[in-house]
């Protein structure tokens, strides 16, 4: 059986209380408070999931637990419904700065109030889903760590065998190449579920070429072994701005995808240069084919999977929430002329 949402009603008036409880009692697990006070101390004892705030109360006011709640932690996924005969413009604006997620006047309509509390119940719900995703990621991440550790270390043990036979060898360098690739993924799962939390970052004048060439000569054993013609053009006459550690995973992920994908034998493309406001990094490639594809960009969009065996939908992912972070975003467009372009993009400051 489901456990039912916890809320906690805060008003010092009685009746507004008893209003409440009628409303909520039969389907919530409710408790109610008559003070600021009770209500810092049961939102310890009774940790509510969304908490029902009245504004005007003596001693501790309605802003000043919310202020407290959203000061804790272990409390900031509480969603809180400031409720108050105070209608005024300032008085809802004062509520959103101390971290009301929404805001309802005295006398409320039963069936608006119940709607709202519902909203808050979708929105913890998705946020802890999203956060259970994350945790998951990241121990899966980890728990791959040391298995790989052990392979790649074992692998490198059996190379340098000197009775190894050419066949052996090559065996040796698949799992090598296949550890490597789990381990890269592995490290890639960490990072998109780190991008997804609102962290700082740190910009300053990115060095767009050296960073596109370093990717490029990182990977030339793969191009050369592949024959593929990679060719960088650069329009950009100054130096964009952001994280350059975000940047330069985006780019990787990018390339990565691109390469990783290729057959033999076929051309590379990748143009930087400032388009509108924007500064914008345009990859081109003709065997990639996302058309129809609306949800390519999503980490589990899993349509088309025959292109994603390299990893390609992390990639992407990962690409574009690095172009988020920076108030910016990836575009991917399929033409008969340009064939498939990814169009990294953020905003020039």
Request: hydrophobic content about 40%; some cysteine.
């Amino acid at each position: 059986m489901l456990e039912k949402t916890k809320i906690l009603a805060v008003d010092d008036d009685l009746t507004n209380l008893s209003i409440l409880k009628e409303i909520f009692e039969q389907d919530y697990e409710l408790k109610a408070v008559s003070s600021g006070k009770d209500a810092l101390l049961e939102m310890v004892r009774f940790h509510p999931d969304i908490v029902l705030l009245d504004v005007m109360m003596p001693e501790i006011d309605g802003y000043e637990v919310c202020r407290r709640i959203r000061g804790d932690d272990n409390l900031r996924s509480t969603k809180t419904i400031m409720i108050s005969a105070r209608a005024g413009l300032e008085d809802r604006l004062k509520g959103y700065e101390v971290g009301a997620n929404d805001y309802v006047t005295k006398p409320f309509e039963d069936v608006k109030l119940i709607a709202k509390v519902k909203v808050m119940e979708r929105l913890k719900f998705s946020e802890e889903v999203e956060k259970l995703k994350d945790n998951m990621l990241e121990l899966l991440s980890h728990e791959l760590r040391a298995p790989l550790n052990s392979i790649l270390g074992f692998a490198s043990l059996l190379k340098q065998n000197a009775a190894l036979s050419e066949t052996d060898q090559e065996y040796l360098d698949k799992i090598t190449r296949a550890a490597n690739q789990l381990t890269d993924l592995s490290r890639k799962i960490v990072l998109l579920s780190e991008l997804s939390k609102e962290e700082k970052i740190f910009p300053r004048p990115i060095d767009v070429e050296e960073t596109i060439n370093r990717a490029i000569l990182f990977r030339k054993s793969q191009i050369e072994e592949k024959k593929l013609n990679v060719q960088y053009g650069n329009k950009l006459k100054e130096k964009p701005v952001a994280d350059p550690h975000l940047f330069e995973e985006a780019i990787d992920c990018l390339i990565d995808c691109i390469i990783e994908s290729a057959p033999e034998d076929q051309k590379i493309s990748i143009t930087s240069t400032k388009h509108n406001d924007c500064w914008q990094i345009s990859l081109n490639n003709s065997w990639m084919d996302f058309s129809g594809e609306d949800n390519v960009l999503d980490p589990f969009h899993m349509k088309g999977t025959e292109q994603y065996n390299s990893g390609v939908g992390l990639d992407l992912a990962i690409a574009k929430s690095v172009a988020q972070r920076h108030n910016g975003n990836l575009f991917v467009s399929n033409s008969a002329k340009h064939g498939c372009s990814f169009v990294f993009q953020i905003p020039l400051i």
